[in-house]
């Protein structure tokens, strides 16, 4: 009888290196994010069903209430004017921002003038600057604009400067050795190097952004989003309140999620689908 080496045994068990069905969900990422937000709503509708507050509603009141806002356009509208100080305030941080960033990576006199100046902004606590801005440039659109530029400017200008200063020195090297202008070094080596991190301080300036206008609509004046929280708890309808903030929440997380995706996309290659 002859006697195979790579026959196995009858007997032999499952190979411990196969993947089982845990493992195969666990790589589902999406399951994990459909479950979280079903366990999430259910716990709300529980809570709000066992009345302990009266002034929280469940989770079913609140999806209505907030398809009913987005029927009758009151929705719509208050995001309209609230986009306006976010988008101008935005464009401003990013290009003083990235700006102020690379300059204060490159040359020590601009960092030792500048940087300071965007620490403290950091640091400082945008709802005891409130009445300060509002008592200086009134309560229109260009206090709010300043809120945005107050919250997201320090966090796009660190970043950036932050990328410049942890460019690998061989390839600025590199580029000394192919004859290379100072031109060509920055364009063609430093910032391409910083712009992952860079793209990841724009994500975050664009969420503390976010929080500066609906801040300000909230202290400043109630217009927009900060309008409807505002109305809606001053008549006690608080399921659109409630949803009102929640539309907040979301808005913010799709707004970062689509420029988590474009950084992945652009600067990180092993995130790529494969085609």
């Not at 090297?173 to 991190?197: E, K, L, T, Y």
Request: proline share 6%.
């Amino acid at each position: 009888m002859s006697y195979s080496p790579t026959a196995q045994p009858a007997f032999a068990g499952p190979r411990r290196d196969a993947p089982t069905i845990w493992s195969r969900i666990g790589e589902v990422t999406l399951f994990w994010k459909i479950l979280s937000v079903v366990i999430f709503a259910a716990l709300w509708e529980y809570a709000g069903r066992t009345g302990f507050n009266f002034s929280f509603p469940t989770f079913s009141a609140t999806v209505s209430a907030f398809f009913e806002m987005v029927a009758d356009g009151s929705m719509g509208a208050a995001y309209l004017r609230t986009l306006e100080p976010l988008v101008i305030g935005l464009s401003f941080s990013l290009i003083v921002g990235i700006s102020a960033g690379v300059a204060m990576g490159l040359r020590r006199d601009v960092e030792w003038f500048t940087l300071p100046v965007f620490i403290v902004m950091q640091a400082a606590p945008m709802a005891a600057l409130i009445p300060l801005i509002t008592f200086v440039y009134g309560i229109g659109l260009a206090s709010k604009v300043l809120a945005v530029v107050m919250l997201s400017l320090p966090v796009i200008a660190i970043n950036s400067y932050k990328a410049v200063r942890n460019v690998p020195p061989s390839l600025v090297s590199m580029c000394h050795s192919f004859m290379g202008n100072r031109r060509q070094q920055i364009f063609q080596i430093v910032i391409p190097a910083a712009s992952p991190m860079m793209f990841a301080g724009l994500r975050l300036g664009v969420a503390e952004g976010f929080s500066g206008v609906v801040l300000a609509e909230l202290l400043i004046t109630p217009t927009g989003i900060g309008d409807l929280i505002t109305y809606h708890r001053s008549v006690a309808n608080f399921a659109h309140m409630y949803a009102t903030i929640a539309s907040i929440v979301l808005f913010a997380i799709i707004a970062v999620s689509t420029l988590q995706w474009i950084e992945a996309k652009l600067f990180r290659p092993e995130k790529r689908s494969s085609k």
